[in-house]
Every structure is written in structure tokens, then in C-alpha cells.
């Protein structure tokens, strides 16, 4: 891996720390909450990575990484939120990347899509879509780029008669 190489545990981290100044002084948990964990809380997850093969033409392509933002409020003796919270607390999750990118080492990952899913009684989910663009030579060995650099064609061309 070169040198700089930006981690999936680089991009959770900064979405973790993006998270942190949006809700200061509340935990937010990766991957896992644990058992009794606390409320008010967040949770962020990767849950799927992805690969835009054609994004940028012959020249670079987009690496998709799928983030799961589960947001907790406090709740109630049986165990329910007040909605209304959950709902200012996803558009609060929502807003901490509205700048359209987060900053992860050198780089700046693009938020692509972000969306809420506030149907839950005791949490609130947003999905959110960072894209990272990269040289497409990163994933090509210099032994196959040759090969492809001296790529040779045959064409027949089938004549019609006219007689």
C-alpha cells in the first residue's frame, strides 16, 4: 500500500470527529454500542464500500464508502423517544456534513448522498454517501499497464459485391 493511503478507519474516524463537534460532549460509539451504552448517543458504521469504475473516465475512479449514522435520544419507562428530538437530531447528523465533504488526512472526501430514516421509535438512521476519488493507476500494477499500453488490433472489413 503506498505511502498516505487513506484507510476505511481514516474515513469512520473523521466522520466520528465531524460528529463529535456537531454534539459535544456526547459518546459516539463505532460499529458496535454496547450493552446499557448511553443516551443521548450516535453510533457510525461502514456498512458497504463501493467502486464507480466509470466515475472520472480512463483517468481516476470514485471509491464509495457507505456510512451508517444511528442517532439515539433519551427514552421514555417504555423505552420510546420523543419523535419530534429524533427528527432535529438526524438534521442535526444531516448538517454536520452540509459543507458537501469531510477532511480525511490530505484529502477531501465528497459527500455524495445523505438521507434519514427517522421511522424508528428509539433511534434515528442516516445514510451517508462519501465519495473518494483516486488515481486509477493506484489499482493497476506497472506490469499490467504495459500489457494494456501495447494492445494491438485486428479489423476485417467484409466488402459487399455490387454486381
Not at 43 to 58: C, N, P, T, W, Y
Not at 81 to 95: A, F, I, K, Q, T
Not at 99 to 117: N, T
Not at 134 to 154: K, S
Request: net charge negative; aromatic share 8%.
Amino acid at each position: 500500500m503506498r505511502e498516505g493511503t487513506i484507510l476505511p478507519a481514516d474515513i469512520t474516524g473523521a466522520v466520528v470527529e465531524r460528529l463529535k463537534e456537531a454534539f459535544p460532549g456526547e459518546k459516539v460509539y463505532t460499529d458496535l454500542a454496547p450493552r446499557d451504552f448511553e443516551r443521548p448517543s450516535n453510533m457510525v458504521e461502514l456498512v458497504k464500500l463501493g467502486f464507480d469504475a466509470l466515475s472520472h473516465g480512463m483517468s481516476g475512479v470514485d471509491l464509495l464508502y457507505k456510512i451508517k449514522i444511528t442517532t439515539f435520544s433519551t427514552v421514555d419507562e417504555v423505552h420510546a423517544s420523543h419523535l419530534p428530538v429524533l427528527d432535529l437530531r438526524s438534521l442535526l447528523v444531516m448538517g454536520a456534513f452540509a459543507a458537501g465533504y469531510i477532511r480525511v488526512k490530505d484529502r477531501a472526501p465528497k459527500v455524495q448522498s445523505m438521507e434519514a430514516d427517522t421511522s424508528f421509535f428509539d433511534c434515528a438512521v442516516v445514510t451517508l454517501t462519501l465519495a473518494l476519488t483516486l488515481d486509477r493507476a493506484d489499482f493497476v500494477g506497472p506490469e499490467l499497464y504495459e500489457l494494456m499500453q501495447n494492445l494491438e488490433l485486428q479489423v476485417r472489413v467484409k466488402k459487399e459485391n455490387d454486381t
